[in-house]
């Protein structure tokens, strides 16, 4: 039999097959391949991308040439430009601006056979390194209210170059997805006086069976209430509204279970495409308190499908607890 789950942030109910979940060995798993070619974002094809903004770097190498660990650049073909003004207009009924943001990459490696769980603790802080910095950068701009850090890992997860890499979108609106999750951090506070991301690690800290990972700093679960099969979340047990805020020594563990997550996934299921997301507070309202930045990694392992779409409810094959414990379990 299946269950419906309740949400407690957003309120949105989820279908989870608790009886007969699928497991790994069931779903139709290719591992990503990567044909090579003329790439981009491998070094010695600086030039193929615009100008670099930052970039760590061995030495004294100089921007947009060979010999850099990590690299941002402009995205070639960016949703959002970041010149001009917003322009915001009304036509009747329709709200409207111009499409005003920024819109980078961060190249994590210069390896190009190599994914994000295949660098090292070290590598990977590197990488989180530039999230932040690029985050606080582009807080500066008066224009913007939201920065979207996200992820996509192969090309069923929406990724155009094979080279990994990780995307950066500063957005003058924030989005309809983060404003859920605030109102619902909001009503829970105010009726509890908590936050909802404390209490869910502190309920998955007592329960057990969900927690894949857990270090100083951050704890990683399947989450009670998954969208998608095998759906994991990384938190970070002290309470934080704002990603940019995390200090050099969280960045550390970040990326340590950050690694130890993704070689879970990639063992277990395959090396399946995924997309992960930071979910974190607007730049510039102070009134967000009760919300927790976390990030949310979702493997594309089933297709979202017509009564997905008309009722709102997502149908997840595999238990979380079910998947919790092949995660935990991978023996890496």
Request: charged share 25%.
């Amino acid at each position: 039999m299946s269950q419906f789950r309740r949400d407690p942030i957003t309120g949105r109910w989820i279908i989870v097959d608790i009886t007969e979940p699928k497991t790994p060995e069931t779903f139709e798993l290719h591992p990503q391949t990567k044909k090579g070619g003329v790439c981009p974002f491998c070094p010695g094809n600086e030039h193929m991308t615009p100008p670099e903004i930052e970039a760590i770097r061995h030495g004294n190498s100089a921007p947009n040439t060979p010999g850099w660990m990590v690299r941002v650049v402009s995205n070639k073909f960016p949703a959002l430009r970041i010149e001009g003004n917003l322009d915001r207009r009304g036509i009747g009924v329709y709200d409207m601006c111009n499409g005003v943001g920024a819109h980078e990459v961060i190249i994590e490696t210069p390896d190009h056979y190599k994914d994000l769980a295949d660098l090292s603790q070290g590598e990977i802080r590197n990488v989180i390194f530039k999230f932040r910095s690029r985050s606080l950068d582009l807080e500066k701009d008066a224009r913007f209210r939201y920065i979207l850090i996200f992820k996509n890992h192969g090309a069923q997860a929406g990724a155009s170059l094979e080279h990994t890499h990780t995307q950066l979108v500063a957005l003058p609106i924030v989005p309809k997805r983060v404003q859920e999750e605030l109102k619902g951090a909001e009503i829970y506070f105010n009726y509890k006086e908590r936050c909802v991301f404390c209490d869910m690690i502190a309920q998955e800290q007592e329960d057990k069976i969900r927690i894949v990972s857990e270090n100083q700093n951050f704890i990683a679960f399947c989450p009670f209430v998954p969208r998608f099969a095998f759906e994991t979340w990384i938190l970070p047990k002290m309470h934080d509204q704002h990603f940019k805020s995390i200090d050099d020594r969280r960045v550390d563990d970040m990326a340590g279970i950050l690694k130890d997550v993704l070689v879970r996934i990639k063992k277990v299921l395959n090396d399946p495409p995924y997309n992960f997301i930071i979910h974190t507070a607007p730049i510039r309202d102070g009134r967000n308190e009760e919300f927790h930045w976390h990030l949310e990694i979702m493997p594309k392992l089933v297709s979202v499908a017509g009564f997905e779409w008309g009722s709102g409810f997502y149908i997840n094959p595999t238990a979380p607890e079910v998947a919790a414990k092949y995660l935990k379990d991978a023996g890496i």
